[in-house]
C-alpha cells in the first residue's frame, strides 16, 4: 500500500541520514556526558555540604591557647546566613585585633544555640561559654523580610566575669552585610570587639592616643551610616562622641558638633535619653572648642544645650528615684547626728 512505502522509505532515509550520522552521534554522545556532569556535581554538592556538617561537627570545641581572647562564632539563621556569617568571620580575623589594641586572640567554632527544656537561648550559651574556656560568645538570626537587619546575639564576660554573670548585648548588621563596603564589614569587627572590651564605649578607659586610631575608624562608619541598620548607626556615632571628645582635637570636637546637631535637628521623635546625651555631648563639645578659641556666643549657646539636658534628667523616672533614695539615706544619718543613743527596749527614738 502506498502508507507502507511511504513509511518503509521515511524508516530507511532516517536510518542513513539521521541514526547513521556522526553529527547526530557527537549531539548524542554530548548531551549523554552532560547529564552525567549534572549528576556528578549533584553528588559532589552533597558530598560537600557532609563534610561541612561532619567539620563543624569536629570543630574545636575548648580554646588551645590561654593566653588573649577566647572568641565562640556560632553560625547565623536565617535568609543569607552562610554568606553573613562567613563575613563575619573573615572581618574578625582581620580586623579584631586593631580595636582590641594587638592583644592575641583564638576563634572557636560554637553550634547555634537551641532552646533545651527548660533552658533559654541564653543558659544554653552560658554553659557553652563554661565549656569551651572562651570570653564571648556569638550567635544571631535573621528575620522574614528583605530589608530585616541581621541581629547578632553577644554573651560576655568583659574580661573578668564569670560565665554566670557575662553580659548579654544585642546589636544589629545590615541585610546585605556580606556584600556591603570593607567599612561597613570592618564594623562588624568592631560591634563584637565592643562586647569583649565595653571600655571601648567608655572611652576614658583608654589613653586618648592609643583611641586615636579607633575613634578613625568609627567616623568612617559615620560616613557610611545609612548603609547601617538606624540602631547601629547611633550608639557607633554614641561611641565616637565619647571618644572624640576624650581625644579632644579641634577636628574631632568639631566632628561632634556636627554630628550631635544634625542629631537633634533630625525630623523624628527622638528618645529622652538619647536627647540628653546629644546635648551633653554638644555642650561639651562646644566648651572645649571655646577653651581653644574663646567665643562668647559658643559658650553660651553650650550652656543652654547642658541646661536642657539637665532638665530632662530631673524628669528622668530612674533620675528622681535616685534623689528619693539620697535624700532618705540623708535623713537618716540626720536622725543618728541629733540622737546618738537609741533606745532598744520600745522607749523610742
Known amino acids: 500500500m502506498p502508507t507502507d512505502v511511504s513509511l518503509s522509505s521515511l524508516s530507511d532515509w532516517y536510518t542513513q541520514s539521521i541514526a547513521g550520522s556522526a553529527l547526530w552521534s557527537a549531539i548524542g554522545f554530548g548531551v549523554c556526558a552532560l547529564v552525567i556532569l549534572i549528576v556528578l556535581a549533584m553528588i559532589l ?78 543558659d544554653v550559651a552560658r554553659r557553652w561559654l563554661e565549656n569551651s574556656a572562651t570570653d564571648l560568645v556569638v550567635w544571631g538570626h535573621r528575620d522574614s523580610g528583605k530589608a530585616a537587619p541581621f541581629k547578632l546575639d553577644i554573651l560576655s564576660r568583659e574580661g573578668s566575669l564569670s560565665a554566670e554573670e557575662a553580659v548579654y548585648s544585642r546589636v544589629q548588621l545590615p541585610a546585605d552585610y556580606a556584600k556591603a563596603s570593607p567599612a561597613i564589614r570592618t564594623c562588624g569587627a568592631y560591634l563584637v570587639a565592643r562586647a569583649l572590651l565595653p571600655g571601648l564605649a567608655q572611652a576614658t578607659t583608654f ?30 556615632e554614641r ?42 555631648d554638644l555642650g561639651r563639645a562646644l566648651l572645649a572648642i571655646s577653651e581653644i578659641k574663646f567665643d562668647p556666643k559658643r559658650i553660651r549657646s553650650a550652656m543652654d544645650h547642658l541646661k536642657i539636658a539637665v532638665e530632662l534628667l530631673r524628669g528622668d523616672p530612674s533620675i528622681r528615684l535616685a534623689t528619693e533614695t539620697t535624700a532618705a539615706v540623708q535623713k537618716g544619718q540626720a536622725m543618728l547626728q541629733a540622737r546618738r543613743r537609741f533606745s532598744v527596749t520600745g522607749g523610742g527614738i
Open 45 to 122: 554538592r552533597q558530598v560537600f555540604k557532609a563534610f561541612r556538617a561532619v567539620s563543624r561537627l569536629m570543630a574545636k570545641r575548648r580554646r588551645r591557647d590561654a593566653q588573649g581572647y577566647g572568641l565562640s562564632l556560632a553560625p547565623l539563621a536565617g535568609a543569607k546566613s552562610g554568606k553573613t556569617t562567613a563575613a563575619l568571620v573573615k572581618s574578625i580575623e582581620t580586623d579584631l585585633a586593631e580595636f582590641c589594641f594587638g592583644a592575641p586572640y583564638e576563634i572557636v567554632s560554637a553550634p547555634a544555640p537551641k532552646v533545651r527544656g527548660k533552658l533559654g537561648l541564653r
Open 207 to 236: 589613653r586618648a592616643e592609643k583611641l586615636a586610631p579607633v575613634a578613625a575608624h568609627l567616623a568612617t562608619f559615620l560616613e557610611e551610616a545609612e548603609a547601617l541598620p538606624a540602631e547601629t548607626a547611633l550608639l557607633i
Open 239 to 280: 561611641d565616637y562622641c565619647a571618644m572624640a571628645l576624650h581625644i579632644g582635637t579641634e577636628a574631632h570636637l568639631q566632628s561632634v558638633v556636627s554630628l550631635r546637631t544634625a542629631r537633634l535637628s533630625a525630623p523624628g521623635h527622638l528618645a529622652t535619653s538619647e536627647q540628653i546625651s546629644a546635648r551633653i
